[in-house]
């Protein structure tokens, strides 16, 4: 049941020899999501024994190249190992006129079939929707249309309470009624003190009778942007959010003219959306270290990690006891 | 008076963990050549040293993705780092529909001059000349338009005999033509026995009184391509031979219809061309150990190496003595 993010690409713009473009893998449970495809991304993929197989849906968040040019390579790659699976983009809708211009240089021989879906949306709109999981798209701050994806898994069947419920000798039909969240109206009866049996419509309320077996988990991507106010209550409660983080305070207004964040903005956003956890990335290529990046965002909300090629941020499944 | 050529990318069509896509660096003293761009390009100069700024000249052997992905990545980053020198790239014809769309969606931060020289030849043609280095392209034999390269240094200026000359008291503008290459011819006399003086006309032979103070050095690319006769008659001689070695012998008929050359006939080539040294590249993804690669092909040729990322192959400079 794993629920993970492994970033592949921390730079900004300019990759350095250690640091590649944007490119990250969510994975919820057996399927992976590619998030951004920079420049490289096959090769960490392999590096990072990231199966290309499992990956039916890749997203977008916007068309600059350090967020997008590892693309065409991994479609080719993909068809080399012999895919025919349908593979899903999700970007905003100018990657249509660029998907086109690919296919027709050189998707030759690309045999499995692209469905490209433009998103385009001013609030957070699905756009993806599986009996787990479902994708929203929303708007960020950037320079041309770039959008941020809130993944969070659905709510689980109800479990039932079988010690509590025992004594009331539910029907299968009623049992599955509680497990969808539904409360149970059934006549009753007792006996009165004269004898005389009494009817009544007795209500199991479903709070009472059952429980969440675990806590749906999510996770935040939202870059690349400037800070603003209403992002935090877009991804309010999310477990984990990867961040814009390309300056220190020392660059915030860089920051602003380049329409990026400070990491001490990426904290406010996470402390302001209760997040369980924040993951800097993004860093703009003049920090060698990010010492000062770090502890700049862990004073505003301690609970920051940096991002590193590489690295794993997994999201425990915290498990309801009965 | 470096003339060095560093592998970056010795991966075929499918990169791996350890192997990039084609590209890779030709120094002639102070100036850097772009051998084809495969993706990732970028991060593997940043990782082995390669100054952006030295690179005015980029060759594209074919309009594959794995020697052109890099590319658009590496335009942009060369904008970003201050580029106003022009940027001169020799492709086939085609690429200049793929750059133009490049710079139509992408190439707004790209201020500096791309100039783009489409290749067209059947026969070795001259496509560069500087005072010490020509380029010539020749026809490889693969899928689509490819091409190889000859990279040549120019012979230079020669050395005169001091010692030898010193009797004949010529004038500045004589020991030049003699530089030059020519002979010299004036009129002279002696005092004959009589006590007459005696004119004649006296010649003095260029190569008795100079020698070339090195040898020029040169380098061929040969990739991606079928093994053809007349290959190794338009490099003869030459010092170095980057050469395609898709596969072992083992894979010989796939080698054939893939259009690529197998480490043997790489070394045939090698053979027939008289060359100093070869050096594989471009392996297949199925093979972990290229020992039998390298066995196969040094049975033909000793003097062959195997490339491998962030190797470099140096041509010493060959000093002739007075």
């Known amino acids: 049941m794993e629920f993970s993010f492994l970033t592949m690409g921390t730079a900004s713009a300019l990759p350095t020899a250690n640091r590649y473009p944007s490119a990250h893998i969510l994975t919820v449970r057996e399927r992976l999501f590619l998030i951004d495809c920079g420049e490289g991304a096959q090769m960490q993929m392999r590096k990072f024994g990231v199966s290309f197989a499992k990956i039916d849906n890749i997203f977008i968040s916007h068309l600059h190249g350090d967020h997008l040019f590892g693309l065409f390579g991994l479609l080719f790659t993909m068809a080399m190992g012999g895919r025919t699976a349908d593979l ?38 699905q756009i993806f929707d599986s009996r787990q999981l479902e994708v929203f798209a929303f708007p960020l701050v950037h320079r041309g249309e770039t959008y941020g994806f809130l993944f969070k898994e659905k709510e689980p069947q109800l479990n039932v309470r079988k ?13 599955a009624r509680l497990k969808e969240g539904k409360d149970i109206v059934r006549s009753a009866s007792f006996i009165d003190d004269d004898g005389t049996e009494v009817e009544y419509e007795e209500t199991l309320k479903n709070e009472d009778f059952t429980y969440l077996p675990y806590k749906p988990r999510s996770f935040a991507y939202c870059t690349d942007t400037l800070p603003f106010k209403r992002l935090a209550g877009w991804i309010k409660g999310v477990d984990l959010i990867y961040h814009d983080s390309t300056y220190t305070k020392e660059f915030e207004e860089l920051a602003k003219t380049t329409l990026h964040s400070t990491s001490e903005a990426a904290a406010c956003c996470a402390k302001e959306a209760g997040a369980g956890k924040l993951v800097l990335g993004h860093y703009s290529s003049r920090y060698k270290s990010l010492d000062t990046m770090l502890s700049e965002a862990r004073e505003v909300f301690p609970s920051t990690e940096l991002a590193k090629e590489g690295m794993k941020f997994e999201i425990e499944l915290e498990k309801f006891k009965e």
Do not use: R, T, V, W
């Open 163 to 175: 010690h509590l419920i025992e004594p009331y000798k539910l029907s299968l039909y009623d049992i």
């Open 88 to 125: 899903h983009i999700y970007a905003p809708g100018g990657f249509g006129k660029i998907l086109s211009f690919f296919m027709d240089q050189f998707g030759e021989g690309i045999k499995y079939n692209i469905e490209f879906h433009p998103i385009s949306c001013k609030e957070p709109l």
